[in-house]
């Protein structure tokens, strides 16, 4: 096992939109309203597919609530505030670097959000490759997302190991061969300290 496959969101940095919505300080019936607007919303999922611009995407959400154009409007302009760096990341890419392992990244990510947070990201300059769903126009769990990492790069199913933690990605990558781990961040505290 010496290529090391990471989600990004929730694995290698914490995806938080609960929080930076909570910080706006709606009433609690708009909070939910936005949320079923925008992250809770399928339309999300056209941003992470790369298959929307931006203007058109701020529509989707809009639409979803006209009503709350100003607010929505609010919450999409700063929304890298949804990515918050986690404590042990750059140590936990160390320590795999130190067992000569390559690294890979392979994320459902929207344009947008990847160049506003980009500067939260910069760790990832450091791998050997990956893939963001937006550059591919496809979305985990879709088994093609894997094929266009695995082919780019020439990975063996076999030798590598896949940590997301949404278990129907993982699942999917167990089904084209791969070492698949539900993500906790229990996992690179215990295997650091050993």
Not at 86 to 95: G, K
Not at 148 to 172: C, H, K, Q, W
Request: net charge negative; charged share 30%.
């Amino acid at each position: 096992m010496n290529t090391i496959i990471f989600d990004v969101g929730n694995v290698l940095v914490n995806y938080d939109w609960q929080s930076y919505l909570r910080a706006f300080n709606y009433p609690e019936k708009i909070y939910e309203r936005i949320a079923d607007a925008v992250f809770r919303n399928e339309d999300w999922l056209e941003g992470d597919r790369g298959i929307v611009s931006t203007e058109e995407w701020l529509k989707l959400f809009i639409e979803n609530e006209p009503g709350l154009e100003p607010q929505i409007r609010e919450v999409f302009a700063g929304f890298d505030g949804t990515i918050v760096p986690l404590s042990y990341t750059e140590e936990w890419i160390a320590y795999f670097r130190s067992l000569g392992c390559r690294l890979y990244y392979l994320s459902n990510y929207s344009q947008e959000l990847y160049l506003r947070s980009r500067e939260k990201l910069r760790f990832l300059d450091t791998f050997d490759g990956g893939i963001f769903s937006y550059q591919v126009k496809c979305i985990k769990p879709d088994e093609k997302i894997y094929r266009i990492l695995m082919e780019r790069y020439s990975i063996r199913p076999g030798d590598a190991t896949f940590y997301d933690d949404r278990p129907e990605n993982v699942e999917a990558a167990a089904r084209l061969g791969m070492n698949g781990i539900v993500f906790h961040q229990d996992i690179p505290l215990q295997m650091m300290k050993k």
